[in-house]
């Protein structure tokens, strides 16, 4: 069993940035970061393999958000910069066992979510 540890979300102006983190309890093939606004499913931001440090991005995330590992640490992190108030969810951090990309049923295990406020 992993355990995900969120953190950095918070209230941020519009053109702002935020850097998230999530610590992992122990070592899987992959992390992703996803995002869940209010009445919308839960979609894909990022994600990232702990050994070659592949990274994969939502289409709409590329060149805002930046994901990367701290092997040492056990810690990935979603730097996001020029956000904007349609960025708003909770962000979730998920880790697989064998897969790294978009696809949220390959996910093995998730942390409890960080809010993310973007005010316009």
Do not use: H
Request: aromatic fraction near 12%.
């Amino acid at each position: 069993q992993v355990q995900l540890v969120e953190s950095g979300g918070g209230l941020v102006q519009a053109g702002g940035s935020l850097r998230l983190s999530c610590a992992a309890s122990g070592r899987t093939f992959s992390m992703g970061w996803f995002r869940q606004a209010p009445g919308k499913e839960r979609e894909f931001v990022a994600a990232i393999t702990w050994s070659s440090g592949i990274s994969y991005y939502a289409d709409s995330m590329k060149g805002r958000f930046t994901i990367s590992r701290d092997n040492a640490k056990n810690t990935v992190y979603l730097q996001m910069n020029s956000l904007k108030p349609e960025d708003t969810a909770v962000y979730y951090c998920a880790a697989s066992s064998g897969y790294s990309g978009r696809d949220i049923r390959r996910y093995d295990y998730w942390g409890q979510g960080t809010q993310v406020t973007v005010s316009s």
